[in-house]
C-alpha cells in the first residue's frame, strides 16, 4: 500500500478506515491523465515485455494492478486491508484479476510462482525487510523479477529505506538490480517532489 504523498502513513495505520479516501491521493488512484499515463509508462518498462503472472502486494486499491492487466498481465494481488482488497476487486472487476487479504511479507499464494513481483511502498514498514525480499525472491519463476518502489520521505524524522540500504539487501540474492530514481518526474506524483523516490527493478536467471 503506497503511502501520502507527503509522507506514507505508519506501519499499523487502519487500512480499512483510509480505504474509501486512499484513491484521492494522485498516486492511488490515478485519476488524472497524466499521472496514469506516467506510471503505465513506467510499468511497461520494469514488467516483462511478454504477458505474466504478476502478484502485487500491498495493492491497495488496485490502480497498478489495473494497470498491469490493462498490459496483459495476469494479477495477484495482496493487501492486508479486507476494504481495500474488496475495492480492487470492483477496480479490476471482468479482468484477469484475483485478490487476496493477506501479509504481504508472506503472501497467502500456497505454491503459485510468478514472472514479476510488484511492491510499491510496502518493505519499508517490514521489521525484516531482507527477510521478505528472501521470499519473495522464492516465489519468482526463472527469469522473473522483482519491482520495488521505495523512497525516504520527511525531513524532520525521515522515514522510508534508502536506495543503498535496498540494493545492498538484494546482494545476497544473486540477481541484477537496478536504481531508476523517480523524484524528479513530478507527473508520477501530481507535483514535484524533493524526497528520495526510486525503483528497483532486480532480475534472476
Known sequence: MSGNSDEPTAPGADWDALAA?????????????????????????????????????????????????????????????PAMVELARTKLAGRDAVFLTGDAAAPPVGEQRFDAVLVRHVLWTLPDPGRAL?????????RGRLVL???????VAPVGIPA????????????????????????LWGREVTDERYAVVATYG
Request: aromatic content about 4%; hydrophobic content about 35%.
Open 134 to 142: 528472501r521470499h519473495w525472491r522464492q516465489l519468482l519463476r526463472p
Open 164 to 187: 543503498g540500504r535496498l540494493t545492498a539487501l538484494l546482494d545476497p540474492l544473486a540477481g541484477q538490480a537496478r536504481v531508476e530514481r523517480l523524484s524528479d518526474d513530478p507527473s
Open 149 to 155: 518502489v521505495e523512497g525516504v520521505w520527511g525531513s
Open 21 to 81: 479516501s486512499f484513491d484521492d491521493e494522485p498516486d492511488h488512484g490515478l485519476r488524472d491523465t497524466d499521472v496514469r499515463r506516467a506510471w503505465a509508462a513506467r510499468l511497461a518498462s520494469w514488467l516483462p515485455r511478454r504477458p505474466g503472472d504478476v502478484l502485487d502486494l500491498g495493492c491497495g486499491t488496485g490502480s497498478l494492478s489495473l494497470l498491469a492487466a490493462e498490459q496483459g498481465h495476469r494479477v495477484t494481488g495482496v493487501d492486508l486491508s
